[in-house]
C-alpha cells in the first residue's frame, strides 16, 4: 500500500518558522508530482505549494513569498519550509502525491497523508 507520512508540525510564534516533511512509501512505479493542501474547517480544499517531477512549482497566493517547497527524489520525500508564519496559516497540513502504482496503470491517481497540525499563536 502507498503511504504518506507527515511530520514537523507544531506550535510556533507569529513570524517563526517551521519545516514540514512528507515520506512516501510502498511500491509505485513513476511520481507525476507532490505537494501541500491545507483545509480549516467549514472551507475548501486551499493549494499551499505543488512541486512536479519535472522541478516546476507553484504556490497558492496566500504563501508566496513566505513558503518554499523542496524534494529529496531518492528518499521520496517533499519538504514544506515555511518562513514569516501568521495565525492565518493555522490549520492542518495534508501532504498529496499524485502517481502511477505501475506501468499498467494509466491514469496517475492521488494519495492523502493523515496530516500534520500547524498552530502560529503567540
Known amino acids: 500500500q502507498v503511504q504518506l507520512v507527515e511530520s514537523g508540525g507544531g506550535l510556533v510564534q507569529p513570524g517563526g518558522s517551521l519545516r514540514l516533511s512528507c515520506t512516501l512509501s510502498?511500491?509505485?512505479?513513476?511520481?507525476?508530482?507532490m505537494g501541500w493542501y491545507r483545509q480549516a474547517p467549514g472551507n475548501q480544499r486551499e493549494l499551499v505549494a505543488t512541486?512536479?517531477?519535472?522541478?516546476?512549482?507553484n504556490y497558492g497566493d496566500s504563501v508566496k513569498g513566505r513558503f518554499t517547497i523542496s524534494r529529496d527524489n531518492a528518499k521520496n520525500t517533499v519538504y514544506l519550509q515555511m518562513n514569516s508564519l501568521k495565525p492565518e496559516d493555522t490549520t492542518i497540513y495534508y501532504c498529496?502525491?499524485?502517481?502511477?502504482?505501475?506501468?499498467?496503470?494509466?491514469?496517475?491517481?492521488?494519495?492523502w497523508g493523515q496530516g500534520t497540525q500547524v498552530t502560529v499563536s503567540s
Open positions: 498529496k502525491a499524485v502517481l502511477r502504482r505501475s506501468v499498467s496503470t494509466i491514469n496517475p491517481v492521488s494519495y
Open positions: 510502498g511500491t509505485i512505479f513513476s511520481i507525476n508530482a
Open positions: 512541486i512536479t517531477k519535472g522541478g516546476s512549482t
